[in-house]
């Protein structure tokens, strides 16, 4: 009996044994997802939710400004330096016991940073949370290939699972200023340890066990290559942005490149890779990486303005900020979901492409921002736009992890998982480089940013203030309509790549069966 081969019975006939060990077996399949709901949901929310509780924290331990830099980005740094080792590394020792261990290290590391008495003390614990979190994503999209082996429910699961990463991600401010209004700081790193108890106490039950049987012993030279490759490159992308001589931030790109070269040379002769390029020859996977990529620029720099506008030019607070802005990740959670139900009336790269299109029409609406249908044509924008990136993160992540075996299922879901993390960064720094441009160029040189404006505009008379103020806003919201200019463009362009690209061969989905036999 193949994955995608049900057994049919006729209204009122007894249910066969095969038919009952069928439904056993695909309830525990969607039960072992809602266990792996957990920790996609809390990761996302964890990356997002220290954007309130900074200020607090902060005060409490006395940190630096240098320090509050290292205390929201070390997390992000050692999940997007070590998330393709782990996917590798799960494949290898087994996906359930990697998630298993990173469940653990996750609680324990969350109440070591709740407690944190020092800023070098909570610095080390988000540092090594994100050592542990970066074992959580590639496990978990892993492990859905081979719960699910018919094509269908394996797309809806995926789909799951992107929308557990978006409603995160969107939440997460929303739910810290909640529990900062009734709890202190250490209540953001908490919420994660009941969950995480959950997931060790009924994972082994519920999840399969895979590991590959082609794995090798783990390359420690190619895990220390890939990993100061990465941490170089995202460092210098966020930091290009922020520093009015980029020196360093350049070098550390230079530096990273060519750490990174090193790093495919050495993959190219090992016989078994920690990063198997092979992957990159199926036309499929690379093109929906490199959409996957694109997006997330655009996403990540969107959002950046578009926050920033909110703020320092509709003068909102950040809590409300937050939750104006929360619909950008609660309509790409609606696209997500909606995917699979478009796939039944069209192929999947033309919904893809569809969304794509979309996504080109909302980043439109952010050109007609101005006067006082400002906020809702920049709400609408944002939500149209991220709407239609919903089945390329739905449909795309399953094409990428459809379009290889189940035993390299790890290494492509590490792969899509560090292509959404350099978007991201990539995003901050070309859109933001992008915007700076327009804004200095509108303001003739005299202000630097908005930000530099606002401060500005405190030292001088009322009305030189009021008007410098005035320029600053409007020359900013001009680089928010180039934004949506550019942003328009690219899904353009993507919405080309992914019709002229060709559709995955399907293969013949694992057997159900398996599933059972692989629990452990």
């Known amino acids: 009996m193949s994955g995608s081969s049900r057994p049919l019975r006729l ?20 039960l072992g997802l809602v266990i792996l709901m957990m920790p996609t949901l809390l990761v996302a929310v964890d990356m997002t939710a220290l954007l309130l509780a900074l200020p607090h924290l902060s005060a409490d331990l006395g940190a630096t400004n240098v320090q509050q830099l ?14 393709i080792t782990m996917g590798t590394l799960g494949d290898r020792i087994g996906r359930r016991r990697l998630l298993m261990v990173g469940a653990a290290a996750f609680a324990v590391l969350s109440v070591v940073a709740a407690f944190a008495v020092s800023p070098l003390m909570l610095i080390v614990a988000r540092a090594l949370l994100g050592v542990a979190g970066a074992t ?31 409603t995160g991600g969107a939440l997460g401010p929303v739910f810290a200023g909640f529990l900062l209004q009734h709890f202190w700081w250490g209540s953001v790193f908490l919420v994660a340890v009941p969950a995480m108890v959950l997931l060790l106490l009924v994972g082994p039950v519920l999840l399969p066990e895979f590991r590959s049987e082609q794995a090798g012993r783990l390359d420690l030279g190619s895990v220390g290559l890939s990993l100061a490759a990465v941490l170089l490159m995202v460092y210098g992308l966020k930091q290009l942005t922020v520093e009015s001589v980029p020196v360093a931030p350049l070098v550390a790109l230079v530096v990273g490149a060519v750490i990174g070269w090193l790093f495919v ?75 699979p139900v478009l796939t039944r009336r069209m192929k999947r790269t033309t919904a893809i492409a569809g969304g794509l299109l979309v996504s080109a029409l909302g980043s439109l609406l952010l050109v007609g921002v101005h006067g006082a249908n400002a906020l809702p044509m920049v709400m609408i924008g944002i939500a149209v ?14 094409l990428v992890v459809g379009s290889v075996p189940q035993a390299r299922a790890g290494s492509a879901a590490s792969m899509s998982e560090t292509g959404n993390y350099f978007g991201g960064s990539l995003g901050f720094a070309l859109i933001g480089a992008v915007a700076a441009v327009v804004y200095r160029s509108r303001m003739d040189g005299t202000s630097d940013s908005l930000a530099n404006a606002v401060a500005a505009s405190q030292h001088l008379p009322t009305s030189q203030g009021a ?37 995955a061969t399907r293969t013949a989905p694992a057997a159900l069966p398996d599933y059972e036999a692989t629990r452990s």
């Open 467 to 503: 008007i410098l103020l005035q320029n600053a806003r409007e020359a900013f919201t001009t680089s928010l309509h180039v934004t949506g200019v550019v942003a328009a463009v690219i899904f353009a362009g993507l919405t080309v790549l992914i019709l002229a690209m060709r559709p």
């Open 11 to 30: 209204t009122g006939e007894t249910p066969s044994r095969e038919q009952e060990v069928w439904d056993m077996r695909v309830n525990r399949a969607w």
């Open 136 to 166: 959580l994503a590639p496990s978990t999209l892993a492990l859905i290939t081979n719960m699910f082996g018919d094509q269908r429910q394996r797309g809806q699961a995926i789909a799951v699972w992107a929308t557990c990463q978006f």
């Open 385 to 398: 736009l991220a709407l239609g990136t919903g089945p390329l993160f739905a449909l795309g992540t399953g």
């Open 70 to 83: 290292w205390i929201s980005d070390s997390y992000g740094f050692m999940v997007a330096g070590l998330v």
């Open 265 to 339: 040379r050495r993959q190219l002769r090992l016989e078994t890779p920690l990063l198997d390029l092979r992957l990159f020859r199926n036309r499929p996977f690379t093109a929906v990486l490199v959409a996957l990529v694109f997006a997330g620029i655009v996403m990540a720099g969107t959002g950046l303005m578009v926050t920033q506008y909110l703020q320092s030019v509709l003068g909102f607070s950040p809590f409300a900020s937050a939750m104006l802005f929360a619909p950008m990740g609660l309509a790409s959670a609606a696209g997500t979901m909606a995917a």
